[in-house]
Nanobody
Framework: QVQLVESGGGLVQPGGSLRLSCVTS????????MGWYRQAPGKQRELVAS???????SYTDSVKGRFSISRDNAKNTLYLQMNSLKPEDTAVYYC????????WGQGTQVTVSS
């Protein structure tokens, strides 16, 4: 069973930055398109960024130009660099395959507040 462990969240002021990491236990991580999702209180979970096995990247409109997704296949790790954070980015952030094929991890809380 693939395990997903997210880390790097925290409390940051508007305009600040955070870098999230997601370590997977999967030896086949490299073949999956992976994504970062977030769920704000009272809202559905949404996909905010994804990266294919070949490195093609896409972002939801609200984070374009501010967030950057990357992956290190040798370390089975997915990253999300978040810059110019806004209060509306506050959510629990999760990683998973783009098809959400794996069991969800515990997520990492990101709070943007002054």
């Amino acid at each position: 069973q693939v395990q997903l462990v997210e880390s790097g969240g925290g409390l940051v002021q508007p305009g600040g930055s955070l870098r999230l990491s997601c370590v997977t236990s999967s030896g086949i991580f490299s073949i999956y398109a992976m994504g970062w999702y977030r769920q704000a209180p009272g809202k559905q979970r949404e996909l905010v960024a994804s990266i294919t096995a070949g490195g093609a990247i896409s972002y939801t409109d609200s984070v374009k130009g501010r967030f950057s997704i990357s992956r290190d296949n040798a370390k089975n790790t997915l990253y999300l660099q978040m810059n110019s954070l806004k209060p509306e980015d506050t959510a629990v952030y999760y990683c998973n395959s783009r098809g959400a094929n794996f069991a969800w991890g515990q997520g990492t809380q990101v709070t943007v507040s002054s």
